[in-house]
C-alpha cells in the first residue's frame, strides 16, 4: 500500500525531480514531558513509518541516488531500553520495502548532494524548520557556486496539491480502516449514552469514550482529535473541550468524538437526554436537525457539487426555525438574507480521513467540485440556542443538537454512510439510554 503510493506519486514527478518529506517531531508538554506522538499524515500516507526524526526523499533520474530512500533513527540499544525498539535502516528496507534507507544523521550530506543535481524540488516550505534551513543553506550555497557549472534547482513545487489530491480518493485499504475507525467510534457514543445520568460529570463521560477508543483500537488507536462531551448550554460553543461541567436533569448532552485507528479518524456527533428522555421542545429540534441532515445525506451522490449537502442541510434548517418559532418570515427570504446564522454558523462537511478535517481541495476551476466514488466525508449541520438568547423561546435556550455522520461517496445513487450503527433516530437514541449497565458488547470484529 505504502510503496504503491511512492510508486503513484514518483510517476508524477519529471526526471530530475527531487521531493522531501519530513516526519513529526516529538512536541514539549511541559519541562521534559512530550506530548504523545502522532505521525504527520502525508509522511505516513507515503511511509508506513511511525517514528519522530525521520525523512522521506524519493528522486527520479538522479543518478547515484535510488527512486526511494528513508532516513530513519538508527538503532540504538541503550537509547531503545528508555524509548521503546526502533525499526532501524535495515527494517525500514525489509518491513517497509524501501529501496534504500539510512541513518538520519546521514540525511543532510545526502540531501545537499541531491540537490545538486536535481532540477526541481518538490517541498513544503514552513512545515519543519530544521528541514527549511538544511535546503535554503544549500540553495544559497549552489547559488554562490554557479560560476563553478552548477546549476541549483529551477524550481520549488509545493507537493501537497498532488498529494493531497491522491489522499482525497480512498482505496479498499483506506476504507478498511475508516470503517474500523466508525465502528469504534460507535462502541464510545453507545457507552456513553448508556453511562449519562443526573449527577454525573462530562469528564466521566469522556473517560468512557476514550477507554473504549483505546481498548477496541487494540493499542493502535485513540482519539482523532480532543473529544465534545458539552452538556446543556455548553453544546453552544462549538469547539468546547473543557468537559467538565455537571450532567444536569433536562440537560442534553452533545457529543462530537471519533476514534482513530491506524491514522484514519472517525468523527460523529450525538445529543441524547442525560435522563433518557427528551423534551418536547428537545424533540422539536432535534426533529429538525435530523431532517436537515437526512436531506444532506441525499445530496452526497457523485456527480453532484459539494455546496449541495450544505445548501440542502441551510433549506431545511431555514423551514425548521419558522416551524420552531424562532424566526417568521419565508424560509427561502431567511436563507437569502442569511437569518439563521445566529443558531447556524457552520458548514455541514468536510472531507475525512487520516486528518478528521481531511487533505483535498473542495473547489475546482473556481466552483465546488463535483463529489467523486471513493472520497469520504462528514454531514453535520446543527441548531444552537445560547441560555442567554432572549430572542428564542423559553423552552429552546440552553440547547444544543448537531448530528453528524461518516459517509463515503459510492458509485450508486445511495452513499454508504459508514457510522450508521451509532444510534440516531429519537427512539433508538432513548433505547440506547436505557441500557442499564455500563458494559461493552465485547471485541469488534476484525
Not at 547559488?143 to 480512498?170: C, M, N, S, W, Y
Not at 473517560?207 to 481498548?215: D, G
Not at 428537545?282 to 431532517?291: F, I, K, P
Not at 450508521?420 to 429519537?426: E, I, S
Amino acid at each position: 500500500m505504502f510503496l504503491q503510493r511512492r510508486i503513484n506519486f514518483l510517476n508524477r514527478m519529471e526526471d530530475g525531480d527531487l521531493a522531501l518529506f519530513p516526519s513529526a517531531g516529538l512536541q514539549i508538554r511541559n519541562h521534559d514531558v512530550h506530548y504523545p506522538f502522532r505521525q504527520q499524515s502525508d509522511f505516513w500516507y507515503l511511509t508506513g513509518h511511525n517514528e519522530p526524526e525521520s525523512l522521506l526523499m524519493l528522486a527520479k533520474g538522479l543518478e547515484g541516488f535510488p527512486s526511494d530512500t528513508l532516513f530513519v533513527l538508527p538503532k540504538d540499544l541503550e537509547r531503545e531500553t528508555w524509548e521503546g525498539v526502533r525499526l532501524g535502516p535495515e527494517g525500514a528496507k525489509s518491513k517497509l520495502e524501501f529501496e534504500d534507507s539510512k541513518p538520519i544523521e546521514e540525511m543532510p550530506s545526502r540531501v545537499s548532494l541531491a540537490l545538486e543535481k536535481a532540477s526541481r524540488l518538490w517541498y513544503r516550505l514552513g512545515g519543519n524548520s530544521g528541514i527549511d534551513t538544511l535546503v535554503m543553506e544549500t540553495l544559497a550555497d549552489l547559488q554562490r557556486r554557479v560560476r563553478t557549472g552548477v546549476t541549483p534547482p529551477q524550481a520549488i513545487l509545493d507537493p501537497t496539491t498532488l498529494l493531497h489530491e491522491h489522499r482525497l480518493f480512498k482505496g479498499d485499504d483506506e476504507l478498511d480502516c475508516l470503517r474500523r475507525a466508525a465502528a469504534i467510534t460507535e462502541e464510545g457514543h453507545r457507552a456513553v449514552m448508556a453511562l449519562a445520568k443526573p449527577g454525573g460529570t462530562e469528564f466521566e463521560l469522556e473517560a468512557a469514550l476514550h477507554w473504549a477508543f483505546r481498548r477496541n483500537g487494540n493499542g493502535r488507536g485513540g482519539w482523532a482529535y480532543p473529544s465534545i462531551v458539552a452538556s446543556g448550554n455548553n453544546a453552544c460553543v462549538l469547539h468546547y473541550t473543557d468537559n467538565d461541567g455537571p450532567l444536569n436533569d433536562g440537560d442534553v448532552v452533545l457529543v462530537d468524538a471519533g476514534a482513530e485507528y491506524e491514522g484514519y479518524a472517525g468523527d460523529v456527533t450525538r445529543c441524547f437526554p442525560v435522563n433518557g428522555s427528551f423534551s418536547p421542545a428537545q424533540r422539536d429540534v432535534y426533529e429538525v436537525v435530523l431532517a436537515a441532515q437526512e436531506a444532506a445525506i441525499g445530496k452526497v451522490v457523485a456527480g453532484n457539487p459539494f455546496c449541495d449537502i450544505h445548501n440542502a442541510a441551510l433549506s431545511t434548517i431555514c423551514e425548521g426555525l419558522t416551524t420552531l418559532g424562532v424566526v417568521k418570515g419565508n424560509p427561502g427570504a431567511i436563507e437569502e438574507e442569511e437569518k439563521y446564522r445566529p443558531w447556524f454558523m457552520h458548514n455541514s462537511s468536510h472531507w475525512l480521513g487520516l486528518d478528521v478535517h481531511d487533505a483535498g481541495s473542495y473547489h475546482l476551476d473556481g466552483s465546488f467540485r463535483p463529489l467523486e466514488p471513493g472520497m469520504c466525508l462528514t454531514v453535520e449541520p446543527g441548531l444552537y440556542f445560547r441560555a442567554d438568547d432572549e430572542s428564542v423561546p423559553r423552552e429552546l435556550r440552553g440547547l444544543g443538537i448537531r448530528i453528524e455522520d461518516d459517509v463515503l461517496v459510492t458509485g450508486q445513487d445511495t452513499p454508504d454512510i459508514l457510522s450508521a450503527g451509532v444510534p440516531k433516530t429519537l427512539e433508538a437514541v432513548e433505547q440506547a439510554c436505557a441500557s442499564t449497565e455500563f458494559i461493552f458488547p465485547g471485541e469488534i470484529p476484525e
